[in-house]
């Protein structure tokens, strides 16, 4: 049967203004105000090379980065509380688990352009010092 109670909708990239986290520019592109999404959330990411973003950590939510384009050393806790390096080439996805410690930084020579997927439609995050 068909659920009428679902909302389905197709979100253009360029409906979607950019908010600035850090180096990076993001477009929001499905979350619980853009897309009706109920369960997670979904970003357009952007990072002109030698750019990052601050150390941070989601504690509501995991995250999974998708890398399209460039190359990025993503910085995430491991379960020993040590910071440790993930170097990323295009095509790379990495899970961050929910409440590790982590940073992007763009180390190629061109932009860097990745999907960023949260776990929440209302993703926390905490910056740390």
């Known amino acids: 049967s068909i659920m009428s109670s679902q909302h389905v909708c197709v979100v253009k990239r360029d409906d979607v203004s950019p908010v600035c ?13 853009s897309g009706g999404a109920r369960e997670l959330t979904v970003g357009l990411t952007t990072m002109k090379p030698g750019g990052k973003n601050p150390l941070h950590i989601h504690p509501n939510c995991e995250e999974v980065l998708h890398l399209l384009e460039g190359e990025v050393d ?18 790379d996805t990495v899970v961050v688990p929910r409440g590790k410690r982590h940073q992007a930084r763009n180390v190629g020579s061109s932009d860097a352009r990745w999907i960023v997927t949260f776990s929440s439609t209302h993703r926390e995050t905490i910056y740390c010092r």
């Open 21 to 33: 986290v850090g180096d990076a520019s993001i477009r929001w592109v499905v979350n619980s105000e």
């Open 74 to 91: 993503h910085i995430i806790e491991n379960d020993e509380g040590e910071l440790v390096h993930m170097m990323m080439t295009t095509g």
